[in-house]
């Protein structure tokens, strides 16, 4: 089988030995870079499956490589930094990360969630049986082409990452459901869920934001208060 390479993006050089240890010992080819504009670069010459992408970095910070590799690339990215506030976490996941974790980390966990973030990626695009099932979802002015993976809103593209994609997905395939934040999270992160860990409702306030004609009057993601979300049928 072959290794899945893995980008690691960090200025400091004893965080990225510590994690190119820890991953090459799981099995992960390692490609390393110290600043954003080396990350691009790297991504040009190398089938990266994943990066890891610390926020604070000279020339081009994390947030604004994020955004650069999600204009042509739907590959996971974990997002490092030493800023824990709410708002630091929704700025890092809102430039398209699909993760985010505060310095310092556990290498364990850092596996864990590459794992599931491979996982996950590689699951959505080898999974079977799609090419068979109805191929688009309609619920009123929003339309799903699940064979295409394209979102439109009134017959607009939406243009989504693949987390936002997997959630939107998850409630119009099972229309008129709730589903919990646990729910979500184990169904599209395909992870355990922590109690307290709000990465569910950041990205569906990030995908409300390209879904909505305003997105503090949800008409498409409700949110039923106490329990979870859904869409409509």
């Known amino acids: 089988m072959e290794q899945e390479q893995i980008l ?26 110290h600043s954003g504009m080396d990350a691009l670069e790297q991504l040009r010459h190398h089938d990266i499956r994943l990066v890891i992408l610390d926020i604070m970095m000279p020339d081009l910070d994390g947030v604004e490589v994020c955004r650069r590799i999600r204009e042509r690339d739907n590959i996971p990215i974990i997002m490092l930094s030493a800023k824990s506030t709410d708002l630091d976490k929704v700025v890092g996941l809102s430039s398209g990360a699909d993760d985010y974790m505060i310095k310092p980390f556990s290498m364990i966990e850092l596996t864990a969630r590459v794992k599931a973030q491979l996982r996950r990626y590689t699951y959505l695009n080898h999974r079977p049986g799609v090419a068979h099932e109805e191929h688009v979802i309609q619920i009123k002015e ?12 009134y017959g607009n593209v939406v243009k989504l990452t693949k987390t936002e994609y997997e959630i939107i997905l998850l409630l119009a395939q099972h229309a008129g459901q709730v ?7 184990r169904k599209v992160w395909k992870d355990k869920y922590f109690e307290g860990n709000n990465t569910v409702m950041v990205h569906i ?4 934001e390209k879904i909505e004609d305003n997105p503090k009057e949800s008409k498409i993601v409700k949110n039923i208060w106490g329990v979870g979300y859904k869409i409509e049928s």
Do not use: H, M, W
């Open 179 to 185: 589903f919990t934040l646990e729910e979500i999270y």
């Open 142 to 153: 929003l339309q799903i082409d699940v064979r295409s993976r394209v979102v439109t809103i």
């Open 8 to 33: 690691i993006v960090d200025d400091d050089k004893d965080i990225v030995e510590f994690i190119e240890v820890f991953l090459v010992k799981e099995g992960y080819r390692t490609v390393i870079a």
């Open 205 to 208: 306030a990030r995908l409300r």
